[in-house]
């Protein structure tokens, strides 16, 4: 009778542990699509046919990524006002020495593509090394810079978001452009104020 009873609860114990193991094993390991993983922002780039998607995350346009682009804007303003000294010239000339160091190449590589579009040789010089090389001609003489144009950046100041500094455009004593810019960088991209005022010679 004792070894019967004895059966009988090895029995039960087995049955229970067997019906905890399968209860385990069938657990509901369906996924909650209630409140599914954050995706991580992407953008989606045409290029002819064919859409080029990437992930947005630390290499998205940012002001100090972009720097070099708000000068390059500055130049365009600068070449544009006052179009009639930009005639019948062969160079673009540009001093970089007061430009940021870190956005001198990108701002060139810039340039020179402007430069090559529109049919231009671009020199980066000063107005000293133009004058030494006899490029520009300096007064009493008939002084200017007779094949093309000297633009120049004077006083930068970027403070995270906005840059500021003054642009000249000089063909000759008589023929010269320059004002203070504010560049603000708005949605990823520069957006260049109008001056309040331009000096001209």
Known sequence: ????????????????????????GCEDKTTDLSNPPEEPPSVTI?????????????????AESTLHEAFYHVFQ???????????????????ITEVFENEREPLLASLQSWSASNGYELLVDTYEGLAASGLIVPPPDRAGFMEGLLFSFYDASFDGETLTVQG??????????????????????????????????
Do not use: C, H, Q
């Open 1 to 24: 009778m004792r070894i019967l009873r004895k059966l009988l609860w090895l029995a039960i114990i087995v049955a229970a542990a067997l019906i905890l193991l399968l209860s385990v």
């Open 46 to 62: 045409t290029a002819g046919d064919i859409e080029i998607s990437r992930v947005v995350g630390k290499s998205a346009r940012s």
């Open 77 to 95: 303003a600068i070449y544009e006002f006052d179009a009639g000294i930009n005639s019948e010239i062969k160079y673009i000339a540009v001093d």
């Open 168 to 201: 000249m455009k000089y063909r000759g004593p008589l023929a010269a452009v320059a004002a203070m810019f504010t560049a603000r960088f708005v949605d990823s991209g520069w957006i260049v104020e109008e001056p309040d005022g331009w000096m001209m010679a």
